[in-house]
Each structure stands twice: as structure tokens, then as C-alpha cells.
Nanobody, 124 residues
Framework: QVQLVESGGGLVQAGGSLRLSCAAS????????MGWFRQAPGKEREFVAT????????YYAHSVKGRFTISRDIAKNTVYLQMNSLQSEDTAEYFC?????????????????WGQGTQVTVSS
């Protein structure tokens, strides 16, 4: 059973940056694709970014492409989401997830494990 714990959220001004971390415990996540999703109040959870199990492939939602970067440190069993040029529209609860597929995936139903989330609030 993989357990995922997100951290790094907080309050930031528009234009600022945050780096989210997702630490995994239990089995290594080296054979899992990883993803970040977010859910704003009153909205459905949406895809943000994904990375393949080797880290060689990444894919982003159009709304964050060029501003966010997903990466993984296999030795630390941790996945990161670097968020730059934050906007008020980025305010949401951010979740990381692990999928037993080799390539990244945007589909929530592909993910087997989910973290509890970390709140990101961007003030304008």
C-alpha cells in the first residue's frame, strides 16, 4: 500500500512561486507514473501534470504549461510540483497520485493511490 503525503502549500501573492512535495512511503514509487491534480471550491478535481515512472515524459494541463514543472527524485521517493507565476485561478487543493502505468496519464481513474491534499491560495 503506497501512502502519499503532500506538503508545501500555503498563501502566496499573485506572481509568486511555491514548490509542492509529495513524499511516498511503503513500496517504492519508481514503477508508478505520478500525477498532480487540483480541486477549487465548487469545482471538480482537474488534472494538472503527470510524469512517467522514469521521469522522461511529462505532460501538463494547458492552463499551467510553461509555469509549472513536475519532477521526481526516485532516491527520495518524492515527486515535486514547482509552480511559478501563480495566479488567483491556481487557488485550489492540490493532490498527488500514483498510477501503476509506465507512462504519465491525465485520467483520474488510472490512479491507484491518492494523497490527502495541500491547500494553495493565491492572493491577487
Amino acid at each position: 500500500q503506497v501512502q502519499l503525503v503532500e506538503s508545501g502549500g500555503g498563501l502566496v501573492q499573485a506572481g509568486g512561486s511555491l514548490r509542492l512535495s509529495c513524499a511516498a512511503s511503503g513500496p517504492t514509487i519508481s514503477s508508478f507514473a505520478m500525477g498532480w491534480f487540483r480541486q477549487a471550491p465548487g469545482k471538480e478535481r482537474e488534472f494538472v501534470a503527470t510524469i512517467s515512472w522514469g521521469g522522461g515524459m511529462t505532460y501538463y494541463a494547458h492552463s499551467v504549461k510553461g509555469r509549472f514543472t513536475i519532477s521526481r527524485d526516485i532516491a527520495k521517493n518524492t515527486v515535486y510540483l514547482q509552480m511559478n507565476s501563480l495566479q488567483s485561478e491556481d487557488t485550489a487543493e492540490y493532490f498527488c497520485a500514483a498510477a501503476r502505468v509506465p507512462h504519465g496519464t491525465i485520467w483520474q481513474y488510472d490512479y491507484n493511490y491518492w494523497g490527502q491534499g495541500t491547500q494553495v491560495t493565491v492572493s491577487s
